[in-house]
C-alpha cells in the first residue's frame, strides 16, 4: 500500500491524497460504504461502484461468526466471496466484541465473548483477528483494540489504552501477508493526555495506517474534535487516518480540516432503512406526513435513480407499505448524497476554501425541512 499526498489546504489541515493498492487507487478523503456481513444493505457491488466508491468496509466480527472464515477462504477471499473489485478495509470487530456481547470478558490474552447470533462462546487473540483478517484477504487489517465505554473513568481508559497498545506489538509480529496492510488503532476516550500517549507509542510502531477509535460514542461534539487534533498532530503525516464511525456532513467536514483522510459510518444506510434521506436541505424524514403529496424529487440535482425517477411522496407510499423498493431507493440515494460530499471537499481543498464549505454546511444537524 502506498499513500501519497497530492493538495493541502492553506488554512487548515485537510489534505487530498491518493491511496494505492493492488486493487486500485482511492482518492482521499474518502467515505466508505459499510458491508457489515459482506454486502451494504440493499445494494450490489457494482451499484455501490456505480456511485463512485471505490472501497468499502466490512467487518471481521460478524464474518468470523457467519458464514465462518473457512468458507470465505474456501470461496477465494472476501473479493470473490462478495463480487467486489475494489479494496476492502476489514475492521478488527473490537468494538462489536463490546458492543452487542454483555458477557464480554477482557483478559491480558485477548477477549472472551459470546456470539450475538447464538449464543456460543468465542475467545480471539489479537494474533486469532490478523489470522482471520488475512484469511478474508482483506486490502486493509486492523489490529484488535480494547474499546470501552463513554463516560468511562480516567483508570479504565488507561488500561484499555495499555492494552490496546501491548495487542498492536503481538499483531504486528504475526502479521505476514505482504499485500495487506495492518492498521494500528488509537484510543485514548476523552483525556487528551492518553489520546497523545497512545498516538505516540503506536506511532512509534510504524503501522502503514492508523485508525482512530473511541470517538463519536456520545461525547460532546467539541470534546472529539479536542481530542481528535492531539492525535493527528502526533500520527504521522505520510500515513493515512481512518476515523471510525462517524458519518454526519458536520463531524466530516471538521475532521477533515484536522488532517483525517478516510471515514466509515452505518449513518446513511440505516438512516435510509428508518425513512431518513439525507440532503442539503436536513434530513427529509419521509414518515412525516408533510411529505405525502410532495411532487418533488429528494434533490434537485442529484443523479441518483430515486431522484430521476420518484417524488418523494412516492417514496414516502413505498415506505409507508413496507415496499423494498423504498430501502433500495434511499439507501442508494444517501449513499449518493455522501460521495458527492466528499467530491466537494476535495474540490474545496484543492481550491484552498476548506473553511468555506465547514461554514456552508455548520447547523445541518439542526435543520427541518418543510416547516
Not at 161 to 168: G, H, K, N, P
Not at 209 to 235: A, D, K, N, W
Request: glycine letters at 10%.
Amino acid at each position: 500500500m502506498l499513500f501519497r499526498i497530492l493538495f493541502r489546504d492553506p488554512q487548515t489541515l485537510a489534505r487530498v491524497g491518493v491511496l494505492t493498492t493492488s486493487r486500485g487507487e482511492v482518492t482521499t478523503p474518502a467515505f466508505l460504504p459499510v458491508g457489515t456481513r459482506g454486502a451494504v444493505k440493499a445494494m450490489a457491488p457494482w451499484e455501490i461502484a456505480g456511485i463512485g466508491y471505490r472501497m468499502i468496509l466490512a467487518n471481521t466480527y460478524h464474518l468470523y461468526l457467519r458464514p465462518g472464515v473457512g468458507v470465505v477462504r474456501d470461496a477465494g477471499g472476501l473479493h470473490a466471496f462478495m463480487g467486489w473489485r475494489g479494496p476492502i478495509l476489514t475492521d478488527s470487530g473490537g468494538f462489536q466484541v463490546f458492543s452487542l456481547s454483555s458477557t464480554c470478558e477482557v483478559e491480558e490474552e485477548g477477549v472472551r465473548f459470546r456470539s450475538v447470533y447464538d449464543g456460543s462462546e468465542h475467545f480471539l487473540s489479537p494474533e486469532d483477528v490478523v489470522r482471520i483478517q488475512e484469511e478474508l484477504g482483506s486490502d486493509i487489517a486492523m489490529i484488535l483494540d480494547h474499546c470501552v465505554a463513554y463516560p468511562s473513568s480516567r483508570e479504565e481508559v488507561e488500561k484499555s489504552v495499555e492494552t490496546t497498545l501491548r495487542w498492536a506489538e503481538r499483531s504486528l509480529a504475526v502479521h505476514r501477508k505482504s499485500d495487506q496492510a495492518l492498521f494500528g488503532i488509537v484510543q485514548g476516550g476523552t483525556y487528551p493526555e492518553l489520546r497523545a500517549r497512545s498516538a505516540e507509542v503506536t506511532a512509534s510502531l510504524a503501522f502503514p495506517g492508523y485508525g482512530i477509535g473511541g470517538l463519536s460514542v456520545g461525547e460532546p461534539r467539541e470534546t472529539m474534535l479536542r481530542c481528535l487534533e492531539v492525535q493527528t498532530s502526533i500520527l504521522p503525516q505520510d500515513r493515512p487516518r481512518h476515523l471510525l464511525g462517524i458519518g454526519d456532513p458536520e463531524g466530516v467536514l471538521e475532521s477533515v480540516a484536522l488532517g483525517v483522510d478516510l471515514f466509515d459510518c452505518v449513518l446513511p444506510t440505516r438512516m435510509a432503512r428508518t425513512g431518513v434521506a439525507l440532503a442539503r436541505e436536513g434530513k427529509l424524514n419521509l414518515r412525516h406526513a408533510r411529505y405525502a403529496r410532495d411532487l418533488r424529487p429528494l434533490e434537485e440535482d442529484c443523479p441518483c435513480p430515486a431522484c430521476a425517477r420518484f417524488t418523494r411522496a412516492y417514496l414516502r407510499h413505498l415506505y409507508g407499505v413496507n415496499e423494498i423498493l423504498a430501502h433500495r431507493m434511499l439507501t442508494w440515494h444517501n449513499l449518493t448524497f455522501m460521495h458527492r460530499l466528499f467530491l466537494d471537499c476535495r474540490r474545496a481543498i484543492r481550491a484552498g476554501r476548506m473553511v468555506e464549505l465547514i461554514r456552508e454546511w455548520r447547523g445541518w444537524g439542526e435543520r427541518s425541512p418543510g416547516r
